[in-house]
């Protein structure tokens, strides 16, 4: 009894310590809980003719902790990451649990702030910079964060860093992150119907070099990536935009780099119905990222560019085939044109069908070429549809769903070493999202 006490004591005197602060500041607690059933064949890659589709039901529930006061503000998200069945249902622990954010914000002054800590670095397209909340686990970074906020001019300076273990206590490291240093530059103007930003990234890996008497020798190599996210212009219902990546400097190979990444859209939108927002979207352009040739032995750069830390799930056909967990990176690069339209019901719910044309941007070999004949292959890759719909049901409550399907040309599954792999490839999902109070009700889509 008396430990009972002891606890209810307690209780009483964390709840009147969370009711002060609360009189003096805002203190949240938000969830977000995503549940994804996939029935998928040939996600990624093209399948195998022969084999049952698969079926899995993955989960994250995420709890986010805030506190906001005139001067600062400080988040914490605690995300569970699992696939339904991975564990049994009388599991003493498991490994699924982990920190996705943990920062805090101070006001320097008005226009100024520091944020420092684990966060999201989430910009404009998400096409270099985004969480990848897609992915159950998305992303984040350990980094200090500059911000500057004027009335037409916003900017990010930051520093992001990776410790290994064998910096300071000489063990084996490892972590497979993507840098060791980075730094890096944001700026963002809007004025009227035009608006424009820039980026800057520095890159910065170990790269350790072996003499022949065995000794191992450390040095950094610097990877550049500069562009223009955005540069666009509304003039009634249509909207012209344009972006631009250009990488230099050399890769975790050691390879120079020379490659780009550069897209241009035309989107209009119409509203039928102002009172209920009933309105229709489309959206046409192309993407372009350079490769690297399979044939021109002459060059020696790297020109496959590579979108390191985007949303890259939204932007080449959401059944990722390309630059998704690491898919035709360092290869012939992309050429995607597209048309997408999106029809609005409401504020509530949407229906959108997506098509994407895939050409390879440099030559692929063919290795049924004889010696001194050297023959390329054609260089279409693939067609993909993706229709999906959404559709808020509450305030906490929204349900995405969405059916895909690829046609693989020959020169893709020669790329993929492929030879007896499926034509057309199918993927489709059914999501419950939970996110109550959360103006973003669905995820994973580009617009």
Do not use: C
């Amino acid at each position: 009894m008396k430990r009972i006490f002891h606890i209810r004591i307690s209780l009483v005197i964390i709840y009147l310590f969370m009711l002060k602060q609360y009189a003096i500041a805002q203190f949240t607690i938000n969830v977000d809980v995503l549940q994804r059933a996939e029935v998928l064949k040939g996600y990624g890659t093209p399948a195998m003719a022969k084999g049952e589709p698969d079926f899995l039901i993955g989960q994250r529930a995420r709890l986010e902790f805030g506190l906001k006061k005139e001067k600062y503000q400080i988040h914490i998200a605690v995300q569970d990451i699992r696939r339904w069945g991975t564990n049994p249902s009388v599991a003493l622990t498991d490994n699924f649990l982990g920190i996705h954010e943990a920062w805090g914000e101070f006001n320097l002054s008005k226009r100024f702030s520091l944020k420092t800590g684990r966060q999201e670095l989430d910009f404009d397209n998400a096409r270099f910079l985004g969480n990848v909340d897609w992915v159950l686990q998305a992303r984040s970074h350990d980094a200090i964060m500059f911000k500057m906020n004027y009335d037409k001019i916003s900017g990010q300076a930051g520093f992001a860093y990776n410790f290994q273990l064998k910096d300071v206590f000489g063990m084996p490291n490892s972590l497979t992150n993507p840098y060791k240093i980075a730094q890096f530059l944001r700026l963002e103007s809007k004025v009227k119907n035009f608006s424009i930003s820039g980026i800057f990234w520095n890159n910065a890996v170990t790269f350790e070099t072996i003499a022949p008497d065995s000794t191992i020798t450390e040095s950094y190599k610097h990877m550049q990536t500069f562009g223009i996210p955005n540069i666009s212009y509304t003039f009634k219902d249509f909207t012209f935009a344009a972006s631009f990546y250009y990488q230099l400097g050399r890769n975790k190979k050691n390879q120079p780099m020379n490659a780009y990444n550069v897209g241009v859209d035309v989107n209009y939108t119409h509203v039928f119905n102002d009172s209920i927002k009933n309105r229709i979207s489309i959206s046409l352009g192309i993407d372009l990222l350079s490769g690297t040739s399979q044939i021109d032995s002459s060059n020696s750069y790297n020109n496959s560019f590579t979108p390191m830390f985007g949303t890259n799930h939204r932007h080449n056909g959401y059944m990722d085939y390309f630059y998704v967990g690491g898919r035709h990176e360092n290869s012939v690069g992309l050429h995607d044109f597209y048309l997408r339209a999106k029809y609005d019901f409401n504020t509530r719910g949407f229906i959108s069908l997506n098509q994407h044309f895939f050409r390879a941007a440099a030559a692929i070999y063919d290795k049924n070429s004889l010696p001194g004949d050297i023959k390329t292959l054609s260089g279409n890759l693939g067609y993909e549809l993706d229709l999906t719909g959404g559709f808020v049901i509450n305030d906490a409550f929204s349900v995405q769903a969405s059916y895909s399907m690829m046609y693989a040309m020959q020169s893709l599954k020669e790329l993929r070493s492929l030879s007896v792999a499926m034509d057309v490839n199918h993927w489709g999902y059914v999501m419950l999202i939970i996110r109550p109070g959360k103006q973003k009700k669905f995820t994973g889509l580009k617009f």
